[in-house]
């Protein structure tokens, strides 16, 4: 009876968790503050339920084809020590998201961890009612499927797609050599501007995998000029003809260990890139790529056809 009353209270609890989701974004500066603090023990947090889960099925192949009764008390306990820690992790990841500067992308991430702590609840049913060990087994395989597939989404977000470019792709675009000709020859017939064919490049390689598509850290786009310079929770990314003003510039020269520099792991911005930026910024914004000048001409990617 007991353990029945304390099951009923992890279902109650779960989906009270999953209607937070349902929450809007912080509007105040304070609340993003403390979203964000709170949230910065996530990296911690989110390593706890792995780990203990992991532990669980160890003590679940141990006893496999034992009696399951001698286990049963310890994957009772694994399930809800998992289930506490995996709350947790819930929880700081969700100020995240509420605290607006991140995408919707976090969503998925957040709806695959609650169905995690839903299927959690249901692997200690099954061990609550003796189904055996068999079907706890069962269930433990889905379980540890469904804690995968959010750690995944969890990991595209920080560390982007691993399936996104091959290891042999990135070699073969990276031996290509650069183009280094004259301008007036490298840029004839090319109608392109100098965002498209020079600046793009470098921000792609250094910049997108947080500031693209719905992966929009700080709420900032930096896929265009024109996203750039509108910004996001912090402010325009660069300020038009004035490059030191520019936050974007101001990021990139902070030390390399500063927790503002940006970007903040590497490839790091290099000092011929930063120039062409910061040239790009003062007088090439919205400048058709005739316009850069033959130092920067080894920027340049030759056109798509």
Known sequence: MRACCQFSGLWLWTLLLGGLTLLPSARSASAVDWFLFTGGFHPLAVHLPIGLWAGTVLILIVGVRRPAMLFEPWLRGGALVTWLSGCIAFLTGLTLYLSGTYSDTVKPHLIATWIFLVALNLFYDVVVKGA?????????????????YAGHLGGVMTHGDIFAEVPW???????????????????????????????????????????????????????????????GVSGAAMVSGNADGSMMIERMRLPEDDELHMPPMEPFVTDEEE??????????????????????ASFVKPAEE
Not at 134 to 147: D, F, L, P, R, Y
Not at 197 to 203: K, Q
């Open 132 to 148: 055996g060990m068999k079907k706890i087994s069962v269930v433990a395989v889905g379980v540890s499927i469904i804690m995968g």
């Open 169 to 231: 792709q990135a070699h073969a675009a990276s031996a290509e050599p650069r183009v280094d000709l004259e301008a007036a020859v490298l840029f004839e017939g090319d109608d392109r501007t100098v965002f498209e064919a020079a600046v793009y490049p470098i921000l792609d390689e250094k910049c997108l995998l947080c500031h693209a598509g719905r992966r929009l850290r700080a709420k900032l786009s930096m896929e265009t000029e024109e996203a750039m310079l509108k910004g």
């Open 275 to 296: 120039q062409l930026l910061v040239w790009w910024i003062n007088e090439g914004i919205g400048q058709p790529v005739s316009a850069l000048p033959a130092t920067f």
